[in-house]
């Protein structure tokens, strides 16, 4: 008796050791993207959503192009059809097109799209034509690990709109075999009299890029360049332009505005902070690579990540392509803060405050909301929080071309990376980067006011013409802050500050 | 049969042409004269502040409109001028006639926006095949999408290359339709070929080529295939044409009614200045 009592204590034990793993399985055998983690439960896990049946539903999608966004969009498409029975029309669209593929039905009063993807900017203009996320998303386990700066970027006054499926932000990444590398190290010193090392400021940043550019630095029998970034117009550059500036124009001792003055509202983009960047990008344009200038995201991600730069800065993709296990430089790369700069503008003395000064850039990130006119929200809202899931979150952020990056305490651990296979130093020093992100003090917010869309769009093509040589910084920058005075005037200045001033209180740290 | 019910039958085309041209045209100059945009979607009333806009504060649809009219004009004259010559050619009787006329229409078969991809992968300045052979032959590469100068002529190439076939069809079409006894009486003066082209063909292709010609400069006017997928109207503006400046404004930055004004701005440009293009292409041409 006592034999066949422990023996059902055993098994039972066992199942209940086991049955995590078992069930893991069961899920990780038929969807091979979430094998290393097999299913994790929670109300939005692929067991809860194979209790759901949406048999003879359609749910319509617009997302980015694959593979940035867009590939995660349509392989969660086919999970969730597998799971519940739902058809799943996913349609890809370019990045520059994402805001009026979703304005111009949204303005006529039809939903063509249950869900629509976009940028975390355009909240402003899209937040009255979208449904507020229901309490009982909210509410759940995997959306109460989100980061409250994330939480932040996805709401407007408390309401969350958009359903938190990414978390961005710039910084920079750069080749650890070169930078830590004694044999360069010791070359550069020489031939420079300067130190290698991470770059401290812009300034070093560039002159680091410049000395290891148009030359064969790997031995590849290629030859490498110095930096690679987002430089082409309508693809996403202004956000590069504003990580380049903030090191320079967000002065901690003036409060009140990066991009206006909240108080007279007027523009600071032509400040000489700010032309001081403009002048260091147009620098920049002889450290690319050949057609640098017409870099856009996935040239950055695949010119980086393929090995062909020193250095880079922008969204966390091109860090996590280079260290997948196919890549030519995996464990080959370091992260760390933007560079700062060695003085900042000053607009309340009107001269530059001398000193180290680093301002990280919490650029906008993929979002995503269910229309408001849709007819299929309850099963809208499953797919997001399905696609968002503890299981596919952590299979995702692991893709750099899925364009998924960290934005749940939990990704901030080491150890997520290390069991992917990052170096443990690596994995150290991109949670120690994001995290000193999180905590800054002198942080600069996307701008997200009615008409983002014009004024980056004004600023954007100045910046270019600038980059072409059609226009000097301060001219270019002239031009542009003149037509952010026009917008101002269209949109109304009153408009603008209200939403504004949510921006700067938060770069103020007063929410 | 009542006289009147004659206009009974007219109705039909009519109303497709209140559908299909009058409606939109009028939508448009109405849409123009408010104020749509992305934070006020409503068709409100604002006079004629965007037009006044578009005349004294917008020098980058001008400066477009002249970059326009440039590439236009460029490339018709280049796909007139070689698709004239490869007409002429397989208009003889040489080997493989069919074979060369089918071969030439090619480019202009393949869809646009698929080849200009192709296009832009061959000019990728470092990792594209056309800088790649170049430095084969000691050239330094050539910045085909990164230089404002170079890049307009990138554009011109990709254009070029697509839509000379067209030029060629039509001029060949005219060719095999003119009348034999001008060129035997041609030979039998004992004209050179040279003196046969430029005083029996030319004049006897004329209005085909005015025709030709106006066709095309229309299609060019609205470039913007190219140049999206190609230098996305840069670096900075350098490639931006008014039908990309227009979608910039209306498609990207969601100001719709000035994107309307410009619409129609640049619908009345075209139609005065290809009028006038059209009247001097016949007083220069055709010789009475």
């Known amino acids: 008796m006592k034999t066949i009592k422990t023996c059902v204590t055993a098994l039972i034990s066992a199942l209940l050791v086991f049955s995590p793993v078992a069930y893991a399985d069961k899920w990780s055998d038929q969807f091979p993207h979430i094998k290393a983690t097999g299913d994790i439960p929670g109300e939005c896990s692929y067991e809860s959503m194979s209790k759901k049946n949406y048999k003879g539903k359609t749910l319509k999608i617009n997302t980015h192009a694959v593979p940035v966004m867009g590939e995660p969009t349509a392989l969660h498409a086919e999970q969730f059809a597998k799971l519940t029975g739902a058809k799943v029309d996913v349609t890809h669209t370019p990045a520059g097109d994402l805001y009026a593929k979703a304005m111009v039905p949204f303005q006529a009063g039809q939903a063509p799209y249950d869900i629509v993807f976009g940028f975390s900017n355009f909240i402003n203009d899209w937040k009255r034509y979208l449904e507020p ?21 996805a709401s407007w006054d408390g309401v969350m709109y958009q359903f938190p499926v990414d978390g961005d932000r710039h910084y920079l990444k750069y080749r650890k075999d070169v930078i830590d590398n004694p044999k360069y190290q010791k070359k550069y010193k020489a031939d420079t009299g300067k130190e290698l090392r991470v770059p401290q400021t812009w300034k070093e940043y560039g002159e680091m890029a410049a000395y290891f550019n148009g030359w064969d630095w ?37 409060p009140g505005g990066f991009f206006f003055d909240l108080k ?7 400040n000489p902070g700010f032309v001081e960047a403009l002048t260091d990008w147009v620098a920049a344009t002889k450290y690319v690579p050949p057609g640098g200038i017409n870099f ?28 997948q296990p196919d890549s030519p430089i995996n464990n080959k790369v370091g992260a760390a803060q933007l560079p700062g700069a060695m003085k900042v503008w000053n607009r309340t003395t009107n001269s530059w405050d001398e000193g180290f000064n680093q301002a990280p850039f919490f650029v906008w990130g993929w979002a995503v909301g269910v229309a408001k006119k849709s007819k299929e929200k309850e099963m809208a809202f499953d797919y997001l929080c399905f696609f968002a899931n503890e299981a596919n979150h952590q299979a995702d ?25 990052w170096d443990k130093d690596i994995a150290q020093s991109y949670v120690d980067t994001l995290a000193q992100m999180e905590e800054s003090k002198n942080r600069v917010f996307p701008l997200r006011v009615p008409g983002t869309f014009e004024f980056n769009a004004a600023l954007a093509t100045a910046a270019a013409k600038a980059l072409a040589g059609q226009l000097s910084p301060q001219a270019a920058l002239d031009e542009a802050a003149k037509q952010w005075e026009d917008i101002l005037n269209r949109v109304g200045k009153d408009n603008v500050r209200a939403a504004y001033s949510v921006g700067v209180a938060m770069e103020d740290n007063k929410l | 049969m009542n006289f009147k019910h004659k206009y009974v039958f007219l109705f039909p085309g009519l109303f497709v042409l209140i559908g299909i041209l009058i409606f939109p045209i009028i939508f448009t100059i109405r849409l123009s004269l408010s104020g749509w945009n992305s934070y006020t979607p409503e068709m409100n009333f604002i006079g004629i502040t965007n037009y006044i806009r578009l005349f004294t504060d917008d020098p980058r649809f001008w400066e477009s ?29 040489i080997k493989f006639k069919r074979f060369f006329r089918v071969i030439f229409l090619i480019p202009m078969m393949t869809t646009p926006v698929i080849m200009t991809v192709i296009w832009r992968t ?55 339709s003119l009348p034999k006894e001008p060129f035997l009486a041609a030979a039998i003066d004992g004209a050179s070929p040279f003196r046969k082209f430029v005083y029996v063909t030319f004049p006897l292709m004329a209005p085909i080529s005015i025709g030709a010609i106006i066709i095309r400069l229309i299609e060019a006017s609205k470039i913007m295939d190219t140049v999206f997928v190609l230098t996305s109207g840069g670096p900075g503006t350098a490639t931006e044409t008014s039908s990309f400046y227009i979608y910039i404004k209306g498609l990207r930055e969601f100001q719709m009614g000035y994107a309307a004004t410009l619409s129609f701005t640049y619908l009345v440009i075209m139609i005065i200045s290809l009028t006038i293009i059209a009247k001097v292409l016949t007083k220069l041409m055709i010789k009475e």
């Open chain 1, 133 to 153: 996320v229901p309490k009982k998303y909210v509410e759940m386990k995997q959306m109460q690990d989100v980061t409250p700066s994330h939480i932040g970027i």
């Open chain 1, 218 to 254: 790997d031995g590849d029998g290629e030859k490498e360049y110095g930096s690679a970034e987002v430089m082409k117009k309508d693809d996403l550059m202004y956000a590069a332009f504003y990580s380049r500036s903030a090191a320079y124009s967000k002065n901690p001792k003036t």
């Open chain 1, 264 to 270: 007279t509202m007027k523009p600071l983009i032509n």
């Open chain 1, 296 to 323: 856009g995201l996935g040239d950055e991600i695949g010119s980086f990540g393929g090995g062909q730069t020193l250095f880079s800065f922008s969204w966390d993709d091109a860090f996590v392509a280079a260290m």
């Open chain 1, 397 to 421: 952020i692991g893709i750099g071309r899925f364009g998924v990056n960290p934005f749940r305490n939990d990704d901030f651990k080491a150890d997520v990376w290390t069991q992917i296979g």
């Open chain 2, 65 to 93: 409109f002249f970059r326009l009219s440039f590439l236009s004009v460029t490339t018709v004259i280049l796909q007139y001028i070689i698709g004239f010559a490869l007409a002429l050619i397989v208009w003889r009787e």
């Open chain 2, 122 to 176: 061959f000019f990728h300045e470092s990792l594209g095949p056309v800088n790649d052979l170049l430095g084969n032959l000691g050239v330094k590469p050539i910045l085909w999408l990164s230089d404002p100068v170079i890049a307009k002529f990138t554009v011109i190439i990709v254009e070029v290359w697509q839509w000379t076939p067209f030029m060629f069809l039509l001029l060949l079409a005219g060719l095999l």
